[in-house]
């Protein structure tokens, strides 16, 4: 068993102490309980049961979470995105702020990912070309929010 998941002894318990807490919530008692321990479509299995055995086996759809190829952290998964195109002179525009981009021909596609970190007021952007990380900068986030009447 993997720590962190309910054993069909607790999942009983906590069905329990739902029935018993409140007359209203039977008829949802008595579904949840019904789906949870009662044989289940084409496999003939208890739901809880099954559930409990392909976690002990690994065969759960449950996996350890890795950074996708060719990203280098989390922050370039779980972040805001854009893209923009480089001008003549290796720059492009961000809410009218000019920002070089180092390593990238002119005309070319930069894939933009930004973390704002709200303790320091700024916004790292990670200037992505290719699949490679080209560039690293850090501006405030207050002058990346235009302010809307």
């Given at each position: 068993?993997?720590p962190?998941?309910?054993?069909?002894?607790?999942?009983a318990?906590?069905?329990?102490?739902?029935?018993?807490?409140?007359?209203?919530?039977?008829?949802?008692t008595?579904?949840?309980?019904?789906?949870?321990?009662?044989?289940?479509?084409?496999?003939?299995?208890?739901?809880?049961?099954?559930?409990?055995?392909?976690?002990?086996?690994?065969a759960?759809?449950?996996?350890?979470?890795?950074?996708?190829?060719?990203?280098?952290?989390?922050?370039?998964?779980?972040?805001?995105?854009?893209?923009?195109?480089?001008?003549?002179?290796?720059?492009?525009?961000?809410?009218?702020?000019?920002?070089?981009?180092?390593?990238?021909?002119?005309?070319?596609?930069?894939?933009?990912?930004?973390i704002?970190?709200?303790?320091?007021?700024?916004?790292?952007?990670?200037?992505w070309?290719?699949?490679?990380?080209?560039?690293t900068?850090?501006?405030?986030?207050?002058?990346?929010?235009?302010?809307?009447?």
């Amino acid at each position: 068993m993997m720590p962190g998941h309910p054993t069909l002894k607790a999942m009983a318990h906590k069905i329990a102490a739902v029935r018993t807490a409140s007359t209203m919530d039977q008829p949802r008692t008595r579904h949840t309980e019904r789906r949870s321990f009662d044989r289940a479509g084409t496999t003939g299995e208890i739901p809880a049961v099954r559930l409990e055995k392909a976690l002990e086996e690994g065969a759960a759809l449950f996996r350890p979470f890795k950074v996708p190829f060719p990203y280098e952290s989390t922050h370039d998964v779980f972040c805001l995105r854009d893209s923009r195109i480089t001008n003549s002179y290796r720059k492009i525009s961000l809410n009218g702020i000019e920002l070089r981009v180092p390593g990238v021909d002119p005309h070319e596609k930069v894939d933009l990912r930004m973390i704002p970190d709200s303790e320091k007021g700024l916004t790292e952007i990670r200037f992505w070309h290719n699949g490679k990380l080209v560039s690293t900068q850090k501006i405030k986030t207050s002058s990346l929010i235009p302010v809307r009447f």
